[in-house]
Nanobody, 121 residues
């Protein structure tokens, strides 16, 4: 089995910062693209940022210049540093990873359980 466990969410004031972490564990042969998504109440889940195994990154326009995605391949962990947070960043944040469990299996997409981020004064 493979699990993605997120941590680091919480309540922060506008303009503040938070750092989310997502650790993958279990039977893992290789992790390809990792990413963060978010879902606000009444809205569809949307892409926040992705990072490939080689370190190439992609961001939603709404977070460019404020959020930074990174990963530690030795720890099977990805991070999302969120700066200059705005009330509209309030959402449940989900981590995502494309993982191959063994050399002779296909890769599959896995999701974390979600962590709440609330930006409010």
């Amino acid at each position: 089995q493979v699990q993605l466990v997120e941590s680091g969410g919480g309540l922060v004031q506008p303009g503040g910062s938070l750092r989310l972490s997502c650790a993958a564990s279990g039977s893992i042969f290789n992790i390809y693209t990792m990413g963060w998504y978010r879902q606000a109440p009444g809205k569809q889940r949307e892409l926040v940022a992705t990072i490939t195994g080689g370190g190439s990154t992609n961001y939603a326009d709404s977070v460019k210049g404020r959020f930074v995605i990174s990963r530690d391949n030795a720890k099977n962990t990805e991070y999302l540093q969120m700066n200059s947070l705005k009330p509209e960043d309030t959402a449940v944040y989900y981590c995502n990873a494309v993982i191959r469990r063994a050399y002779n299996t296909n890769s599959a997409q896995y999701w974390g359980q979600g962590t709440q981020v609330t930006v409010s004064s």
